[in-house]
Structures are given as structure tokens and as C-alpha cells.
């Protein structure tokens, strides 16, 4: 079992810097690939990015590529999302999630694949 509890979010303006946090708990973070997913309002969820168990392997969504940075640190539990340069389209509620993986280099781009959810932390940015 983990639980996922995210923090960071707020309400920013359009091409400032923000960073959410993610933070887990339990002894087996380092099993997990994690990622981040948001959802705007009126929208579904949509994959944001995922990093690997040991933080190897990233991959970004085409919408925050070159903007947006996913880094985990596994001695403290938690994993992180680097928002540089954000645009109003970026306000959403950003969850983080954990799923198994058995290869330590996988990530997780499929909702139905993440086990655990945290509940969610609101960013805004205003133009």
C-alpha cells in the first residue's frame, strides 16, 4: 500500500516557475515508476509525465516537453515536477501516482497502469 500526497500548487502567473512535490509513503518507493497526470476542468485526465524507479528514464507529454522536469528522490520519498515557462492551458489539478514496474528502467504513460493516486494539487496560472 502507498499513499501519495501532493503539495506545491498555487496560483502563479503565465511564465513564472512552480514545483510540485509528491510525497510517499512506505519503504518501497523505489519499486515504482511514478508520474503526473492533471485535469482542466470539463476535461479528462490527461498524462503529464513519468519518471522510472531509480529516476533513469523520463518521458513528457508534447504539451510540456522542454518546459516541465520530473526528478525523484528516492532517499526522501518523493518525486517532483519542475513547471518552468507556464501558460494558462497549464491550470489543471496535477496528481501524482505510483505503479509496478518490473524492469527498473520502465515508465508509465497509461492511467489504468498507476495502482495509487494521490488526491490532487490545484495550479492556476493567470495571463
Known amino acids: 500500500q502507498v499513499q501519495l500526497v501532493e503539495s506545491g500548487g498555487g496560483l502563479v502567473q503565465a511564465g513564472d516557475s512552480l514545483r510540485l512535490s509528491c510525497a510517499a509513503s512506505?519503504?518501497?518507493?523505489?519499486?515504482?515508476?511514478m508520474g503526473w497526470f492533471r485535469q482542466a476542468p470539463g476535461k479528462e485526465r490527461e498524462f503529464v509525465a513519468s519518471?522510472?524507479?531509480?529516476?533513469?528514464?523520463?518521458t513528457y507529454s508534447d504539451s510540456v516537453k522542454g518546459r516541465f522536469t520530473v526528478s525523484r528522490d528516492n532517499a526522501k520519498n518523493t518525486v517532483y515536477l519542475q513547471m518552468n515557462r507556464v501558460k494558462p492551458e497549464d491550470t489543471a489539478v496535477y496528481s501524482c501516482?505510483?505503479?509496478?514496474?518490473?524492469?527498473?528502467?520502465?515508465?508509465?504513460?497509461?492511467?489504468?497502469?498507476?495502482?495509487?493516486w494521490g488526491q490532487g494539487t490545484q495550479v492556476t496560472v493567470s495571463s
Open positions: 501516482a505510483a505503479g509496478s514496474t518490473v524492469l527498473t528502467t520502465s515508465i508509465i504513460t497509461t492511467e489504468t497502469r498507476y495502482s495509487y
Open positions: 512506505g519503504r518501497t518507493f523505489s519499486s515504482y515508476a
Open positions: 519518471i522510472s524507479r531509480y529516476g533513469g528514464t523520463t
